[in-house]
C-alpha cells in the first residue's frame, strides 16, 4: 500500500498495477553529479536505455513535498537547470523535505526506500557510496551501505565510486549480509576501470541468474538489497594508473580544504573529471547507461517469476 505522501506517475503506477518490469532511477546524478544541460541530456538518455529494454523507467525525486516515482522530462529539467541549490537527500534528511514542502535529490539510500515504497524492486545508479578513505579517523561511511543492509532492492552500479577505500567497503558489505555480484566479471569493477584486483562474492553471466539470486535471498526472507556490479564498457573504461593519481590528488586538495560528509563526494568526482580533462564524466555517462539496461533485463526477469509464481 502506498503512503498518503509518494506519488507515483501515470507511467510507472500502470506499469506495477499490469505487471510490467520497473527501473528506479536517482536524482543525485541529475541535480549533483554533473553541470547543466549534460545532466539532463543524461538522465533523458538513461531513461530511453530502461524503455529500449522494454522496462519503464521511474526516476525518483522529493519535488514540493512529494516522494515522486516517476519524474516528467520537465521535472527532470528543473533538477538539471537549479542544480546545487536542489537539497541532497539521504535517509536522514527524507522526512525534513516531505515535511517542509520542498524539493530533494534522492541518494542511492532515499532511491530505495522510494522505490521499495512503491513496489520498485531494482534500481540502476552510477555507483554506490561506501567508506570514505580514511573513515578509520572520520567515521565517514555512506548511508547506502546500510540501506543496502536492510532494503529489499537491487542496485545494479559499477560499483561503488572510486574515490572511495573499496577494500573497507566491501568487508562493511560482507558484515551486513549484502551479496555482492559481478556480472560477467569475478573482479569487482572500479566505476571509471573495469577492474579492481577485488573479488567478487558471486559471479551471474545472464540477467536471468541475477533474477534467480534475488528470488532465492527473498524469498527466503533474508532482507536486505544485492549489489549487482556491472562493468564500464572496455572501450569506455580509463587508464587505472590515470585514474589513481586524480583521485590521489582530489582527495589531498579535499583533506587541505576541510571538505568533507556530504560535500565530499560531489568535490571529488569534479575534481577528477577535471583532472582527467573531462574523461571520466564521459566514462560516467556511458557506465550508467550501461547499468540501466542491464538494470531492465533483469527487472523483466524478476517480473517474468513473480509472474509465473502467481499463474
Known amino acids: 500500500m502506498t503512503h498518503p505522501m509518494l506519488t507515483l506517475s501515470k507511467d510507472v503506477a500502470a506499469a506495477l498495477a499490469d505487471g510490467q518490469p520497473v527501473v528506479a532511477l536517482e536524482s543525485t546524478i541529475i541535480s549533483h553529479g554533473m553541470p547543466f544541460p549534460r545532466n539532463v541530456e543524461t538522465a533523458l538518455a538513461v531513461e530511453a536505455a530502461v524503455r529500449d529494454e522494454g522496462a519503464v523507467p521511474a526516476t525518483i525525486a522529493v519535488l514540493g513535498g512529494w516522494a515522486c ?41 532515499a532511491t530505495m ?10 534500481f540502476a545508479t552510477g555507483g554506490i557510496g561506501g567508506v570514505h578513505r580514511g573513515a578509520e579517523l572520520t567515521f565517514d561511511v555512506s548511508a547506502d551501505l546500510q540501506e543496502l543492509a536492510q532494503t529489499n532492492v537491487a542496485v545494479v552500479c559499477a560499483g561503488a565510486k572510486a574515490i572511495l577505500d573499496l577494500p573497507k567497503t ?31 562474492d558471486f559471479r551471474a553471466d545472464t540477467p536471468a541468474q541475477v533474477a534467480d539470486l534475488l528470488q532465492a535471498k527473498w524469498d527466503f526472507s533474508l532482507n536486505g538489497g544485492v549489489l549487482v ?40 568526482l569534479a575534481r577528477v573529471k577535471d583532472l582527467t580533462g573531462g ?15 542491464l538494470a531492465a533485463r533483469i527487472a523483466a526477469e524478476r517480473q517474468a517469476r513473480r509472474a509465473h509464481q502467481t499463474a
Open 229 to 268: 556490479t556491472n562493468p564500464v564498457p572496455s572501450d569506455q573504461a580509463l587508464d587505472l594508473t590515470r585514474v589513481d593519481t586524480a583521485i590521489s590528488q582530489a582527495v589531498a586538495e579535499a583533506e587541505q580544504q576541510g571538505i568533507g560528509g556530504k560535500d565530499a563526494t560531489p568535490f571529488l
Open 279 to 293: 574523461d571520466s564524466l564521459e566514462t560516467n555517462i556511458a557506465l550508467i547507461e550501461n547499468n540501466a539496461r
Open 170 to 200: 566491501l568487508e562493511y558489505l560482507e558484515t551486513h549480509g549484502v551479496p555482492v555480484v559481478g556480472f560477467g566479471t569475478d573482479d569487482l569493477p572500479g566505476f571509471y576501470t573495469t577492474k579492481t584486483g577485488l573479488g567478487v
Open 113 to 122: 526506500i522510494l522505490a521499495a515504497r512503491a513496489g520498485v524492486e531494482v
Open 69 to 109: 516515482v516517476g519524474l516528467t522530462a520537465e521535472q527532470i529539467g528543473y533538477l538539471g537547470e537549479r542544480g546545487l541549490d536542489v537539497p541532497k537527500l539521504s535517509r536522514r534528511d527524507l522526512p525534513l523535505a516531505l515535511v517542509s514542502g520542498g524539493d530533494g535529490a534522492t541518494t542511492v539510500a
